[in-house]
């Protein structure tokens, strides 16, 4: 394959292929080429090593595309390490199990030193040190020169670091288990033995790779030493001056440059620039394009060459004239111009690539892209933990050992594979009432006794298994208690099964489809790995768990649209498309900010001779020079994100200041021509998800007949009747009853009922005549309601303490009071004949006084409404007053003087308190009448908010009013209603 006459035949064989081509279907063709006129079997002797599963794929069928024939070996660097005949008969630690046997470790440690960590990050840190581990075996680290490194000024950090690391080093004797690191070197230094041994004739090729990892350089020098052995190396930069070469001799500050890589290759095969041929004579795609970016990104101590250089690029109009810019307001916004550039690419028949780090915007574009029902083919799945057997073990794991409010429980319910069998429509079912009841009456925690007592209340005969079921599983959680690993496994297992299953047999759909199948295999390969040493709390548990799910993958079983692919930013080297769209250029997403290190900084990663992150960098640099220089590519960042402002990446930074800074060679013009393209992308896909406009909703003030107008409302709804008139429409006309959050929650209304509960039961019960037995009493009470009521152990605390404050005053107001109360929290009604109405209500409390008078109490949990307001809008107590002037309370008889009193319940217990004698009772009474009367005009609308205690103060019907679409300024537009119907 390779003659040995020529000028190049005394050294390694070093070929390169430059940014921008088809690099599988380039390789194929050069093998064919160099195998012209030789036996076909000359092919099947060829054995080629490539980075990737992905390269190898592309490979094959860009051989099979050229015609029939043998196929070469085709090798993956890291397959070695699983071939037998090399690694022998030692059995490897899995990397899960590896993983697993560092968590025991730093779970001993951190039992003997609590302060190093918490325990819920055993799984993050054993990961980490595992991650280190590899990365010291693939450059030949020893963990002995941990003990040399240079700690001056961090001892006190050192010090703690060097207890987790050091529990590696016993992983790097002979005698403990290989790891897949391991056992991959173990295996090349069988191979690199064999070679020196006897050296294979054939021909040995390494493809693809770029030689940044110990292991996978230490191939490449093997190889480059054989009778026919070759490196063939993707994105070399032929148009690089030998000057800049030269200059990334200064150390690791060139680390991030794009060649660096093949520059330290080089050196490690002691050849220089001129000693790198290229494979063929194809050139590359875009010889002008490619000579723009290599100028883009020259060394920073170097670009003063921009000046010197850049009138040589000639007219860079050409060379940008397939380069499109797109520069969107938001991520959404790139998604979506981003789908209508990969569509408008399917449509012209064009293969499309997108290359993106970014995986949250990958997620976005396949969205987008489901509008025309375009499936990209994406390289790396779906995160597991996303998937919905993933989520389905994560919500289990973290319910284990807990006691579930209402809408973790409703969560579970209403996942797609809880209740995954047959019978899944009842559930549904079931599980929207029991969701109604909880938002209206609670229990804030159910349990099985409230469950059944739901249950008992359904007409439906599947309510009381479905309910016994549901009761058991949540008792069954809480259950779980801290124990060894694989136990809670298999508890998680069984109860993950149980929520599945339903009331039937089987395991429902959870380990079912491709989803499924990736989560039984996570879960099995954990219990195969767990080791019983591991005792872990539930909490620690659902964190582990977490940890294991997240590295898991699933890949689509539903055929996807092969004219899409969605690639990693590492694979820029396989694509082969017309179109490449490199998108996510913002500083932090490509290049990506470097993961924190726990265990050391910086220079000691550089004295270790460890990776820095400038090598990260570099290597990402790397991909974006070879993805720039496709054929046609799209370039796009947005503005900001999520959190704040956004930074074009370095990269483009550079090649946008670069074409800025050369008018005379129509750089800017080619710049704004870039970013025209891309505007017209961002405004056609705006176009497309622009929402349908419809008419902004005017206030609403709607008409129904008189016949339908409500003929009862209660007191309290009086007030709610001149202020929010649209709130009365709603409930009573339209029957809309707002629901309760989800979520039970502490707030002010539950702590109007609790303090509404204790003095009514305190009444209920009998005041005791001494001061301390009445306070002692109603503090048992308080005691006793909490417990009931409030689920919450902080907030029974805070209340209990803000009851005590006014324990003392309330019962002493109380006592001083004398009188008797002949009513509590009981409904009451009275018809008025003219005009025709029923006023309900049910007061607080009702006492009649030593004196004979009635008064009438209404706690208040905030601030008593003031003597103004109760003129114009709180009538509350002042229409009970005429209720008992009308014989409403049957208890007071007909009074013709009625005091009443709000009574704030704090510990000032300010009241505010007004004596109503007969003509106030009277006026009362004809102020009400006019009220409804007006009401019975046909031409009065139920206007709403229409006299709003303040601009922020809500309402239960704002959204169904559209409140937002007009302001309290807008005038009110009525509306005439049919009969029975509403808008």
């Given at each position: 394959?390779?003659?040995?006459?020529?000028?190049?035949?005394?050294?390694?064989?070093?070929?390169?292929?430059?940014?921008?081509?088809?690099?599988?279907?380039?390789?194929?063709?050069?093998?064919?080429?160099?195998?012209?006129?030789?036996?076909?079997?000359?092919?099947?002797?060829?054995?080629?090593?490539?980075?990737?599963?992905?390269?190898?794929?592309?490979?094959?069928?860009?051989?099979?595309?050229?015609?029939?024939?043998?196929?070469?070996?085709?090798?993956?660097?890291?397959?070695?390490?699983?071939?037998?005949?090399?690694?022998?008969?030692?059995?490897?630690?899995?990397?899960?199990?590896?993983?697993?046997?560092?968590?025991?470790?730093?779970?001993?440690?951190?039992?003997?030193?609590?302060?190093?960590?918490?325990?819920?990050?055993?799984?993050?840190?054993?990961?980490?040190?595992?991650?280190?581990?590899?990365?010291?075996?693939?450059?030949?680290?020893?963990?002995?020169?941990?003990?040399?490194?240079?700690?001056?000024?961090?001892?006190?950090?050192?010090?703690?670091?060097?207890?987790?690391?050091?529990?590696?080093?016993?992983?790097?004797?002979?005698?403990?288990?290989?790891?897949?690191?391991?056992?991959?070197?173990?295996?090349?230094?069988?191979?690199?033995?064999?070679?020196?041994?006897?050296?294979?004739?054939?021909?040995?090729?390494?493809?693809?790779?770029?030689?940044?990892?110990?292991?996978?350089?230490?191939?490449?020098?093997?190889?480059?030493?054989?009778?026919?052995?070759?490196?063939?190396?993707?994105?070399?930069?032929?148009?690089?001056?030998?000057?800049?070469?030269?200059?990334?001799?200064?150390?690791?500050?060139?680390?991030?440059?794009?060649?660096?890589?093949?520059?330290?290759?080089?050196?490690?095969?002691?050849?220089?620039?001129?000693?790198?041929?290229?494979?063929?004579?194809?050139?590359?795609?875009?010889?002008?394009?490619?000579?723009?970016?290599?100028?883009?990104?020259?060394?920073?101590?170097?670009?003063?060459?921009?000046?010197?250089?850049?009138?040589?690029?000639?007219?860079?109009?050409?060379?940008?004239?397939?380069?499109?810019?797109?520069?969107?307001?938001?991520?959404?916004?790139?998604?979506?111009?981003?789908?209508?550039?990969?569509?408008?690419?399917?449509?012209?028949?064009?293969?499309?690539?997108?290359?993106?780090?970014?995986?949250?915007?990958?997620?976005?574009?396949?969205?987008?892209?489901?509008?025309?029902?375009?499936?990209?083919?994406?390289?790396?799945?779906?995160?597991?933990?996303?998937?919905?057997?993933?989520?389905?073990?994560?919500?289990?794991?973290?319910?284990?050992?807990?006691?579930?409010?209402?809408?973790?429980?409703?969560?579970?319910?209403?996942?797609?594979?809880?209740?995954?069998?047959?019978?899944?429509?009842?559930?549904?079912?079931?599980?929207?009432?029991?969701?109604?009841?909880?938002?209206?009456?609670?229990?804030?925690?159910?349990?099985?006794?409230?469950?059944?007592?739901?249950?008992?209340?359904?007409?439906?005969?599947?309510?009381?298994?479905?309910?016994?079921?549901?009761?058991?599983?949540?008792?069954?959680?809480?259950?779980?208690?801290?124990?060894?690993?694989?136990?809670?496994?298999?508890?998680?297992?069984?109860?993950a099964e149980a929520f599945a299953q339903g009331t039937g047999e089987g395991t429902g759909?959870?380990?079912?489809?491709?989803?499924?199948?990736?989560?039984?295999?996570?879960?099995?390969?954990?219990?195969?790995?767990?080791?019983?040493?591991?005792?872990?709390?539930?909490?620690?548990?659902?964190?582990?768990?977490?940890?294991?799910?997240?590295?898991?993958?699933?890949?689509?079983?539903?055929?996807?649209?092969?004219?899409?692919?969605?690639?990693?930013?590492?694979?820029?080297?396989?694509?082969?498309?017309?179109?490449?769209?490199?998108?996510?250029?913002?500083?932090?997403?490509?290049?990506?900010?470097?993961?924190?290190?726990?265990?050391?900084?910086?220079?000691?990663?550089?004295?270790?001779?460890?990776?820095?992150?400038?090598?990260?960098?570099?290597?990402?640099?790397?991909?974006?020079?070879?993805?720039?220089?496709?054929?046609?590519?799209?370039?796009?960042?947005?503005?900001?994100?999520?959190?704040?402002?956004?930074?074009?990446?370095?990269?483009?930074?550079?090649?946008?200041?670069?074409?800025?800074?050369?008018?005379?060679?129509?750089?800017?013009?080619?710049?704004?021509?870039?970013?025209?393209?891309?505007?017209?992308?961002?405004?056609?896909?705006?176009?497309?998800?622009?929402?349908?406009?419809?008419?902004?909703?005017?206030?609403?003030?709607?008409?129904?007949?008189?016949?339908?107008?409500?003929?009862?409302?209660?007191?309290?709804?009086?007030?709610?009747?001149?202020?929010?008139?649209?709130?009365?429409?709603?409930?009573?006309?339209?029957?809309?009853?707002?629901?309760?959050?989800?979520?039970?929650?502490?707030?002010?209304?539950?702590?109007?009922?609790?303090?509404?509960?204790?003095?009514?039961?305190?009444?209920r019960e009998g005041v005791p005549p001494l001061v301390t037995d009445a306070a002692a009493?109603?503090?048992?009470?308080?005691?006793?309601?909490?417990?009931?009521?409030?689920?919450?152990?902080?907030?029974?605390?805070?209340?209990?303490?803000?009851?005590?404050?006014?324990?003392?005053?309330?019962?002493?107001?109380?006592?001083?009071?004398?009188?008797?109360?002949?009513?509590?929290?009981?409904?009451?009604a009275v018809v008025l004949k003219d005009p025709g109405f029923t006023l309900v209500g049910?007061?607080?409390?009702?006492?009649?006084?030593?004196?004979?008078?009635?008064?009438?109490?209404?706690?208040?949990?905030?601030?008593?409404?003031?003597?103004?307001?109760?003129?114009?809008?709180?009538?509350?107590?002042?229409?009970?007053?005429?209720?008992?002037?009308?014989?409403?309370?049957?208890?007071?008889?007909?009074?013709?003087?009625?005091?009443?009193?709000?009574?704030?319940?704090?510990?000032?217990?300010?009241?505010?308190?007004?004596?109503?004698?007969?003509?106030?009772?009277?006026?009362?009474?004809?102020?009400?009448?006019?009220?409804?009367?007006?009401?019975?005009?046909?031409?009065?609308?139920?206007?709403?908010?229409?006299?709003?205690?303040?601009?922020?103060?809500?309402?239960?019907?704002?959204?169904?009013?559209?409140?937002?679409?007009?302001?309290?300024?807008?005038?009110?537009?009525?509306?005439?209603?049919?009969?029975?119907?509403?808008?």
């Amino acid at each position: 394959m390779f003659p040995e006459p020529g000028p190049h035949s005394s050294g390694p064989r070093l070929f390169g292929l430059p940014p921008g081509v088809d690099f599988p279907a380039r390789l194929a063709a050069g093998l064919q080429a160099r195998l012209m006129g030789q036996p076909p079997e000359a092919m099947a002797r060829v054995t080629v090593y490539l980075n990737s599963q992905r390269m190898r794929r592309r490979l094959r069928e860009a051989l099979l595309a050229r015609g029939a024939g043998f196929l070469p070996r085709l090798k993956l660097v890291s397959e070695p390490g699983n071939d037998p005949l090399l690694t022998g008969q030692v059995q490897g630690a899995s990397p899960l199990g590896r993983r697993l046997e560092l968590a025991v470790l730093i779970d001993r440690l951190l039992a003997a030193e609590p302060d190093l960590a918490p325990r819920h990050a055993l799984y993050d840190l054993a990961d980490s040190l595992a991650g280190l581990m590899d990365e010291m075996r693939a450059e030949e680290v020893d963990p002995a020169a941990l003990d040399t490194l240079d700690i001056e000024g961090h001892a006190a950090h050192w010090s703690r670091t060097r207890r987790f690391v050091s529990l590696i080093a016993q992983f790097f004797t002979e005698s403990a288990p290989p790891d897949s690191e391991a056992r991959l070197r173990m295996a090349l230094m069988a191979q690199i033995a064999a070679w020196e041994a006897a050296p294979t004739p054939d021909p040995v090729i390494i493809a693809g790779s770029t030689g940044s990892r110990g292991t996978s350089a230490l191939l490449m020098q093997a190889v480059a030493r054989l009778p026919q052995g070759a490196i063939l190396v993707p994105g070399f930069d032929f148009d690089q001056p030998d000057a800049v070469w030269a200059s990334l001799d200064d150390g690791t500050g060139q680390e991030d440059h794009p060649q660096y890589r093949y520059h330290r290759l080089m050196r490690m095969l002691g050849l220089s620039r001129r000693d790198i041929r290229e494979w063929d004579d194809q050139g590359a795609a875009d010889p002008a394009r490619n000579r723009l970016i290599s100028l883009a990104l020259r060394p920073a101590p170097v670009t003063d060459q921009w000046i010197a250089q850049g009138p040589e690029l000639g007219d860079l109009r050409a060379a940008t004239a397939r380069m499109t810019l797109i520069e969107a307001a938001s991520p959404r916004d790139e998604a979506q111009a981003i789908a209508l550039c990969l569509r408008e690419a399917v449509a012209l028949g064009k293969r499309a690539a997108l290359l993106t780090p970014d995986r949250d915007l990958t997620r976005q574009v396949t969205a987008a892209l489901d509008r025309w029902r375009l499936k990209p083919d994406d390289s790396a799945g779906e995160p597991l933990i996303h998937s919905p057997a993933g989520r389905m073990l994560r919500l289990i794991a973290r319910a284990m050992g807990k006691r579930l409010m209402a809408d973790e429980v409703l969560t579970i319910l209403k996942h797609p594979l809880c209740f995954s069998t047959d019978q899944r429509g009842p559930h549904l079912r079931l599980t929207h009432e029991l969701e109604l009841k909880l938002r209206r009456s609670g229990p804030a925690y159910p349990d099985l006794a409230s469950l059944q007592a739901w249950a008992a209340e359904q007409r439906d005969e599947f309510a009381a298994p479905w309910a016994e079921w549901l009761g058991g599983l949540l008792a069954a959680l809480e259950a779980c208690t801290p124990g060894p690993l694989p136990g809670l496994i298999a508890r998680h297992r069984s109860l993950a099964e149980a929520f599945a299953q339903g009331t039937g047999e089987g395991t429902g759909r959870l380990w079912q489809d491709a989803a499924g199948e990736a989560a039984f295999k996570v879960i099995e390969d954990l219990a195969s790995e767990a080791p019983e040493a591991l005792h872990l709390g539930t909490g620690d548990y659902a964190a582990l768990a977490d940890g294991v799910i997240n590295r898991g993958q699933v890949r689509s079983l539903i055929p996807a649209d092969e004219r899409i692919v969605i690639l990693g930013a590492q694979e820029a080297r396989v694509q082969g498309a017309d179109l490449v769209v490199l998108a996510g250029l913002t500083e932090g997403v490509w290049p990506a900010q470097p993961d924190p290190d726990p265990w050391l900084n910086r220079r000691m990663r550089m004295d270790l001779g460890l990776l820095l992150p400038e090598r990260r960098i570099g290597l990402s640099a790397h991909d974006f020079q070879m993805a720039v220089a496709a054929p046609e590519v799209v370039l796009s960042h947005a503005h900001r994100n999520a959190e704040a402002e956004t930074v074009p990446s370095r990269w483009l930074n550079r090649l946008m200041n670069l074409l800025d800074g050369l008018p005379d060679q129509g750089g800017r013009d080619a710049l704004s021509a870039m970013k025209a393209r891309g505007g017209r992308l961002i405004s056609d896909a705006g176009l497309v998800g622009a929402p349908i406009i419809s008419d902004r909703a005017p206030r609403p003030s709607p008409r129904p007949r008189v016949a339908d107008r409500p003929k009862t409302l209660s007191l309290t709804e009086i007030e709610k009747l001149i202020r929010d008139p649209y709130a009365i429409y709603a409930r009573h006309l339209l029957r809309l009853r707002p629901l309760m959050p989800l979520r039970p929650m502490a707030d002010a209304r539950l702590r109007g009922e609790i303090l509404h509960k204790v003095p009514e039961a305190l009444l209920r019960e009998g005041v005791p005549p001494l001061v301390t037995d009445a306070a002692a009493a109603l503090m048992r009470i308080t005691d006793r309601v909490l417990e009931e009521d409030v689920a919450w152990p902080a907030m029974r605390a805070i209340w209990r303490a803000r009851m005590a404050e006014l324990a003392v005053p309330f019962v002493q107001g109380l006592l001083a009071e004398g009188g008797q109360t002949v009513s509590l929290e009981q409904k009451y009604a009275v018809v008025l004949k003219d005009p025709g109405f029923t006023l309900v209500g049910k007061p607080d409390r009702i006492d009649v006084t030593e004196s004979g008078r009635i008064r009438i109490v209404d706690y208040k949990t905030g601030a008593p409404p003031s003597e103004k307001q109760q003129a114009a809008f709180a009538k509350q107590l002042h229409l009970a007053a005429v209720m008992a002037s009308l014989g409403g309370f049957p208890e007071a008889g007909f009074p013709d003087e009625v005091e009443i009193a709000y009574i704030r319940l704090a510990a000032d217990l300010k009241t505010i308190s007004a004596l109503l004698g007969p003509d106030d009772l009277h006026r009362l009474l004809e102020e009400f009448r006019r009220l409804i009367r007006a009401w019975e005009d046909p031409a009065r609308g139920y206007t709403a908010r229409q006299a709003m205690l303040g601009a922020r103060e809500r309402s239960d019907y704002d959204d169904l009013a559209r409140f937002g679409e007009w302001d309290i300024t807008e005038a009110a537009k009525p509306e005439d209603m049919p009969s029975g119907e509403g808008p």
